[in-house]
């Protein structure tokens, strides 16, 4: 695959993220600050922000992946494997563009 290719696909996928994450930080307090009936809504919010703190974290999480990938091929070493210093198979950076260890060491 080409460098500038998944260069680029990253960070589409970065800006993207960001921008949800961005969503999520405004929406939950507002939602909040909004006056509660009945023990239902409070429940309801509860869960609701618990929701959306789970859904933050992992889209937090995948962000530091993609940084981390753009951040190897900024150093040269992207597609290189952590563990082993293998090059990682194309048919997983296919699947997942921020992997940072080859098959057989991601099995282990
Ligand atoms: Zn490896």
Known sequence: ???EKIKNRLEKEREELVLIIESYK???EEFLKESVSSADEIADRYEY???IHLKKEALEER???IERALRKIEEGNYGICENCGQ???DQRLKIDLSAI???KCALK
Request: net charge positive; charged share 50%.
């Open 101 to 103: 260890l080859c098959r």
């Open 87 to 89: 090059k990682i198979e």
């Open 63 to 65: 962000l530091k992946e």
């Open 49 to 51: 922000k618990q929701e």
């Open 1 to 3: 695959m080409n460098l």
């Open 26 to 28: 405004k929406e939950p």
